[in-house]
């Protein structure tokens, strides 16, 4: 079992930055991926950003530019600093820890509990 903590959700204007946090605990293997995932009101769940336990990086196309993902493998935490907010961006953001079995491979999946963002105009 794997139990993520997120924080650094709130209210922020357009064009501000925020940066949220995401710690696991528990069962932790060596090969993971962890990411965020977001969902609005009435829309689908969707992929922000992921980074896996070598390094590699995907983020959204909606984010490229303005978000960076980063990792703490020693505190197994990631981060995610977002930049230029727009009100799209509004959403309860998820944190998300998988297990890597495979190149493309992907094993248990963990979510935390969500934080929201929201982005006032």
């Known amino acids: 079992q794997v139990k993520l903590m997120e924080s650094g959700g709130g209210l922020v204007q357009v064009g501000g930055s925020l940066r949220l946090s995401c710690a696991a605990s528990g069962s932790i293997v060596s090969s993971n991926a962890m990411g965020w995932y977001r969902q609005a009101p009435g829309k689908q769940r969707e992929l922000v950003a992921e980074i896996t336990s070598g390094g590699i990086t995907n983020y959204a196309d909606s984010v490229k530019g303005r978000f960076t993902i980063s990792r703490d493998t020693a505190k197994n935490t990631v981060y995610l600093q977002m930049h230029s907010l727009k009100p799209e961006d509004t959403a309860v953001y998820y944190c998300?820890?998988?297990?890597?079995?495979?190149?493309?491979?992907?094993?248990?999946?963990?979510w935390g509990q969500g934080t929201q963002v929201t982005v006032s105009s």
């Open positions: 998300n820890y998988q297990v890597v079995l495979g190149p493309t491979v992907r094993g248990r999946m963990y």
